[in-house]
């Protein structure tokens, strides 16, 4: 009986230790995942398809761009100015095709478009 307890606690053990290292590898990933990206605007990322649209209706000089989120189906950026913090994000909704543009500055007028613009990007 106790060679049996003993096995049970090492298959325990095992167990315990290999799922602990399982957390710890979608932990990783998911930082990978949520890791912010800045760009300069000169150095954009070529698969953040949206950006020359959202440039085009955005009135404002943009100096950068952060990336916030591109995991599941959207694709979340900030957009900079000269002024301090983030003037405008930009949503794209991948399985829709929907970009929509929020002007996020205290005095932004929200949501300022909102279209279905999968044949005016690739994604």
Do not use: H
């Amino acid at each position: 009986m106790k060679k049996w307890k003993q096995i049970s606690v090492v298959v325990l053990m095992t167990v315990l230790v290999s799922a602990c290292n399982a957390d710890n590898g979608n932990e990783d990933q998911n930082d990978q995942n949520n890791q912010v990206t800045e760009e300069s605007i000169d150095g954009i990322n070529e698969d953040w398809t949206e950006v020359p649209l959202v440039l085009e209706e955005i009135s404002d000089d943009v100096s950068r761009i952060e990336l916030t989120n591109d995991k599941g189906g959207s694709r979340v950026i900030l957009y900079y100015t000269d002024e301090e913090g983030p003037q405008y994000k930009s949503v794209l909704v991948k399985d829709e095709g929907r970009l929509k543009i929020i002007s996020i500055n205290e005095n932004g007028e929200g949501e300022m478009f909102n279209e279905i613009v999968e044949d005016r990007i690739s994604s």
